[in-house]
C-alpha cells in the first residue's frame, strides 16, 4: 500500500464507465443466449424473408431504426448488440420532436446530431440512408414552390432536377405522390445517393445542406467508394443504437443525478463525496488553487440530472480532489525520478515528441503541366522572384492517395519579400468551390514562391511558411493535402532554373497547430529556420521550445500530366484587372473549337461567375465542362453576347 501525498489530484473521468455500473451493465453479444438462444438468428431470418417479397421494405426498416434510436429505440432490425430495455412505447409526437426533420440547414442538423453524441461524420454517412427509398411531395416541395416565401425556387437545387421534380409534384397542395429519393437507384444500396447529392439533386433541403459545410462537403466527396461507404455505414449504425442505452434494471438512466455519480467516485475511486469537485469543463484540470477550483459550479448542485447537463455514455467529466487517497501498488514518487515535481504541462509535453515522419499521407502529386507554367512564368518574368506569390490547387485525390492538381487559383494577395498575405475573398471563393464541383474537382493544396533572396538561407521553409502552410492544412481537413513550393535554383551553367517542390506537414505538425503549440508572434531577428513553441516539447532526448522546421516536412514525389482544361485565358487578382474584353479575345482565337472547348478554363468561368447564377449556371457549365457535353444553346447566346458587348 501506499498514499499519494499531494494538495490537488486531477484525473478525468469518463462517464460511461461509471454509468455502466449504474445501469447494470452494457450491451452485448448473445445477450439472450440464455433466455432465448435462437432470438437473433429468428429475427434475422424473419427480415430477410420480408425483404426478399418486399424490395421496398429496408428502406422502411432503416427508417425506423433512425425514429427509434433518436428517440427511444424500442425496435431494430439491424445487426447491432442485444440487452436494452428502453422503448416500452411509442409516441409519434416524440418522433416529431425529436428526429432532424427535412427541412433543417447545416447548423440544425449537426446540433441535433450532437445532441445524441454523433458526429458531423456520422451525420453524413447515415444521411447515405437516402440511398433507398421514397419521399413524399410535402417534405420538399417548398424548395420547388416557396423556398423564402416569396414564391421562388431553391437556388442550390439543380435546375433540371427541379423541373423534373414540378413533373411529379405539381403543386403544394400533393400530399399523397412519392418521389424516388436516389433516382433510378432508390431500391439498390449504394453510393448513388452522393454522386447525385455532389450534382445538386439532393431531394431534401437537410441533403442539399451536407454541401453547405466545408467538412461535410469533404466526407460527401470521400464516401463515393462502395466498401467505404458500407464499412462507415455500419460503424455509425452501431453508434446510433448505443443512443441513451438502457441496459440492466434500472428504469431511467437520463435520471442520474450528480449526487449518484459522486456516490458512485467514493465507491470506486475512495475519494469522500464532500472532496469532490467535479466539472464538465476541461479548465478544472488547470486549476492551481481551492479558489481557482471553486469556480466550477457546472455540477455543484447534487440534484442536477447528468442528461440536463449533455451528458451520456462516452462523455469525458473532469474531478478535482485534495487531500489523500489509498490505492494498491508498488512504491511510487511523484517528483519523478530527479526529484523535480512535474506539473501537468510536462505531463503534456511528454507526449509531445517531434520526429520526422518518414512517409507521406499522399502517394504523389501531379501537376497539370499549362497550369503550372502559367503560375512560374508569371512569377518569373513579371515578378522575377522578387516578392512572393500563392495559390490555392484544385484537383482530385484518388483512392490510392494520388493528388492531380489541374488548376490554381490565386485569391487576392499581397506578397514581399519575406511575407504572403491572402486577402480571403468569401463571395470569390464561392465561385471558385461551385466551379470545382461540376468540374468534379475539390481544394487539394496551397503553393507558394520563395524569393531570390530566400534561396541565399540555410533553410527549406521559414518559420512563416510554416505557419501559413500549417493553418491551410489544418483548414482543409483533406489528409492528402500538398503544400508545393517554387523557387529559383542556380543550374551547372551558372544560370538559373525554376524549380518546384511538393512536401506534407507531418501529422505532428498539424496536431501542434491545431492545439495552439505554435508562438504565431515572430519577433524581429528570430532564426528563420526554427519553430518556436509555447512550450516544451521532446526533439530526440531533448526538452525544447525551438524546432528545426525541416522536422515538420514531408516529402512528396511530384509527376506531371496534361489535364482537362487550358489555362491560357487572363488570370484573375493579378496585376491587370480581367475584363469581358478578354473573353471576347479568348473566344475569338478558339473560334475553330466547339464551345465546351473555348470555355474549359477555370479563369474563364471564374469571370462568367460574377455575371451568372453560382448556384445553378455556373455549376451546369462546369460539369458540361467536365463531361465534355455540349453547352446549351442558351447558356453560349448568353456568353456570346456578354463577349460582344465589351
Not at 412505447?89 to 441535433?112: D, G, H, M, W, Y
Amino acid at each position: 500500500m501506499f498514499k499519494m501525498n499531494v494538495n490537488i489530484l486531477l484525473v478525468a473521468c469518463v462517464v460511461s464507465g461509471i454509468l455502466g455500473a449504474c445501469q447494470g451493465g452494457q450491451l452485448r453479444k448473445n445477450f439472450y443466449q440464455n433466455t432465448c438462444p435462437s432470438a437473433e438468428e429468428i429475427v434475422r431470418n424473419v427480415t430477410w424473408n420480408h425483404v426478399s417479397s418486399n424490395p421496398n421494405l429496408p428502406a422502411k426498416l432503416l427508417r425506423m431504426h433512425f425514429h427509434d434510436c433518436f428517440v427511444r429505440f424500442k425496435r431494430s432490425l439491424w445487426k447491432v448488440l442485444t440487452g436494452r430495455r428502453d422503448g416500452t412505447i411509442s409516441r409519434t409526437r416524440e418522433a416529431l420532436i425529436n428526429i432532424p426533420p427535412p427541412v433543417f440547414n447545416f447548423t440544425q442538423l449537426k446540433q441535433s446530431f450532437a445532441s445524441k453524441n454523433l458526429t458531423v461524420h456520422d451525420l453524413v454517412v447515415l444521411s447515405g440512408s437516402h440511398t433507398i427509398g421514397v419521399g413524399h411531395c410535402p417534405t420538399f416541395s417548398n424548395r420547388l414552390y416557396n423556398f423564402t416565401g416569396k414564391g421562388d425556387q431553391d437556388p442550390s437545387l439543380n435546375a433540371t432536377y427541379a423541373a423534373f421534380l414540378k413533373t411529379k409534384c405539381p403543386s403544394l397542395n400533393d400530399t399523397t405522390t412519392t418521389v424516388e429519393m436516389d433516382p433510378g437507384s432508390s431500391l439498390k444500396f449504394d453510393t448513388g445517393y452522393y454522386a447525385t447529392l455532389k450534382q445538386q439533386k439532393g431531394l431534401f433541403q437537410s441533403d442539399a445542406a451536407l454541401l453547405t459545410n466545408k467538412g461535410a462537403a469533404n466526407i460527401v466527396q470521400e464516401l463515393g467508394d462502395n466498401d467505404k461507404f458500407f464499412t462507415e455505414f455500419a460503424q455509425s449504425m452501431v453508434r446510433m443504437g448505443a443512443i441513451e442505452v438502457l441496459t440492466g434494471t434500472s428504469d431511467n438512466p437520463q435520471q442520474t443525478t450528480v449526487s449518484q455519480l459522486k456516490a458512485l467516485i467514493q465507491t470506486q475511486l475512495r475519494i469522500p463525496f464532500q472532496n469532490q469537485t467535479i466539472s464538465t469543463n476541461q479548465n478544472l484540470l488547470l486549476a492551481k488553487t481551492h479558489d481557482d477550483i471553486s469556480r466550477f459550479t457546472d455540477m455543484a448542485n447534487p440534484n442536477t440530472p447528468l442528461s440536463a447537463l449533455n451528458l451520456s455514455h462516452g462523455s469525458i467529466v473532469y474531478l478535482a480532489y485534495d487531500g489523500e487517497r489509498t490505492v494498491a501498488g508498488p512504491t511510487f514518487h511523484p517528483a519523478g525520478s530527479f526529484g523535480r515535481k512535474m506539473t501537468m504541462d510536462d505531463l503534456i509535453a511528454k507526449q509531445m515528441k517531434v520526429t520526422r515522419q518518414e512517409n507521406p499521407q499522399c502517394e504523389l502529386v501531379s501537376f497539370d503541366r499549362d497550369c503550372a507554367n502559367a503560375f512560374q512564368h508569371y512569377v518569373n518574368d513579371t515578378l522575377a522572384f522578387a516578392v512572393k506569390r500563392g495559390g490555392f490547387m484544385y484537383g482530385t485525390v484518388s483512392e490510392e492517395g494520388k493528388v492531380e492538381v489541374d488548376f490554381i487559383y490565386e485569391p487576392p494577395q499581397q506578397g514581399t519579400e519575406a511575407n504572403l498575405v491572402f486577402f480571403r475573398d468569401p463571395d470569390e471563393e464561392k465561385s471558385v468551390e461551385a466551379i470545382a464541383m461540376g468540374l468534379g474537382m475539390r481544394r487539394v493544396g496551397f503553393i507558394f514562391t520563395q524569393t531570390v533572396s530566400q534561396d541565399k538561407k540555410d533553410f527549406t521553409l521559414s518559420n512563416r511558411e510554416v505557419l501559413q502552410a500549417s493553418e491551410f492544412h489544418a483548414e482543409s481537413g483533406l489528409k492528402e493535402w500538398v503544400t508545393a513550393m517554387v523557387k529559383l535554383e542556380v543550374n551547372e551553367d551558372g544560370g538559373a532554373d525554376v524549380h518546384f517542390e511538393a512536401f506534407q506537414m507531418s501529422d505532428m505538425c498539424i496536431r501542434l497547430f491545431k492545439e495552439g503549440w505554435f508562438e504565431t508572434e515572430i519577433e524581429e531577428g528570430h532564426d528563420p529556420k526554427l519553430s518556436k513553441m509555447k512550450k516544451d516539447v521532446v526533439v530526440g532526448v531533448k526538452d525544447t521550445r525551438e524546432v528545426d522546421n525541416d522536422f515538420f516536412l514531408v516529402v512528396v514525389k511530384i509527376f506531371d500530366h496534361q489535364g482537362p482544361l487550358s489555362s491560357s485565358f487572363p488570370i484573375e487578382n493579378r496585376n491587370t484587372p480581367v475584363t469581358l474584353k478578354a473573353l471576347k479575345n479568348h473566344l475569338d482565337r478558339a473560334k475553330s473549337l466547339p464551345f465546351v472547348k473555348r470555355i474549359s478554363d477555370f479563369h474563364l468561368m471564374l469571370l462568367l461567375a460574377r455575371f451568372l447564377d453560382v448556384a445553378a449556371d455556373i455549376p451546369a457549365l462546369a460539369e458540361c465542362v467536365h463531361t465534355d457535353s455540349p453547352i446549351p444553346e442558351g447558356y453560349q447566346l448568353l456568353i456570346e453576347s456578354m463577349a460582344n458587348a465589351s
